[in-house]
């Protein structure tokens, strides 16, 4: 059996780092809003004398620093329902995955989580497991933080490490720019710089946010927007204050970096206008992508 899956990045619309846990991860209060732009997950399950994985990608070549072995997520998320599946007690199976990456890496739009999340719930249908959402969400917690966000997608609060997730209303179809610079940022060292002014800067306001997605109150949604890791990526990566300028000059309605960066985001108030910003823009040393807003 073979089929494809469509794993959809995410843009944090807010973004608020609480506090420090013991444990070393970050409670967090965001926002965040699947998009239209995604990888694609071909996935073939047969029955096998023992269990194997097997993952590889297309377009690797582009994405030279993703590693397509144990350590990826995908296998990961493939261990683990292989593992679910032997203790259901059933048949040894052969997966392999093909990733056809689209979501940049290093960027703050939970490529390796969608890509995680998207094997999670393509082996349950595919090996017939049965498994719940709120199951694949537990065993996705356990891969990443924003992996339980990308199983169930849409839009929602995520609280916690970002296990716990709050459907919000869709605030429709809302056309956005995504410019992603040549440096990528990992997640790890960005909360680390955060740690320095978690105590010191103003946080912005979740709340906020969530009452303007529940009120259907467009504009206060769009000034409702931020990132509060932002201060520590620009020291890592300057061209994240460019290029957030760069689409406010074409138009974007909002302009800000998305997760932990490097990718910033305009969003815009009409198809056209985006469009048009994103034909117009020409960012030095930047890769630039179109999308909108999505409930899957």
Not at 140 to 168: H, N, Q, S, W, Y
Not at 269 to 293: D, G, R, T, V, Y
Request: negative net charge; hydrophobic residues 40%; aromatic residues 6%.
């Amino acid at each position: 059996m073979i089929k494809s899956f469509n794993a959809n990045a995410k843009l944090n619309l807010i973004l608020d780092v609480i506090k420090k846990r013991e444990d070393g991860y970050h409670d967090i209060s965001s926002v965040m809003q699947s998009i239209c732009l995604h990888d694609v997950i071909t996935v073939s399950a047969e029955a096998s004398e023992k269990k194997e994985i097997k993952v590889s990608c297309s377009n690797a070549g582009d994405f030279s620093s993703v590693k397509w072995d144990e350590s990826n997520l995908v296998y990961k998320a493939a261990a683990l329902m292989l593992t679910e599946s032997e203790k259901m007690g059933k048949s040894p199976v052969k997966v392999s995955i093909e990733v056809e990456k689209n979501i940049p890496a290093g960027a703050g739009m939970g490529g390796g989580s969608a890509d995680a999340a998207t094997v999670l719930k393509a082996l349950n249908e595919m090996l017939s497991l049965g498994l719940s959402e709120e199951k694949l969400c537990q065993m996705g917690a356990k891969l990443g933080a924003d992996v339980p966000f990308c199983i169930i997608g849409g839009t929602a609060l995520c609280e916690g490490i970002g296990e716990r997730i709050t459907p919000l209303p869709f605030p429709g179809p809302v056309p956005c720019v995504i410019l992603k610079p040549e440096v990528s940022l990992g997640t790890r060292e960005m909360y680390e710089i955060t740690d320095e002014f978690i105590d010191s800067s103003e946080h912005p306001s979740t709340d906020y946010m969530e009452t303007a997605l529940l009120s259907g109150r467009t504009r206060d949604f769009f000034s409702a927007c931020s990132n509060f890791m932002e201060e520590a990526a620009v020291r890592m990566c300057p061209e994240i204050n460019v290029l957030k300028r760069l689409l406010k000059e074409a138009g974007a309605e909002v302009s800000m970096m998305t997760g932990s960066g490097s990718a910033v985001f305009g969003l815009f108030s009409s198809e056209e206008k985006a469009k048009k910003a994103f034909e117009e823009l020409n960012p030095p040393k930047a890769k630039k992508f179109i999308s909108q807003f999505s409930v899957d």
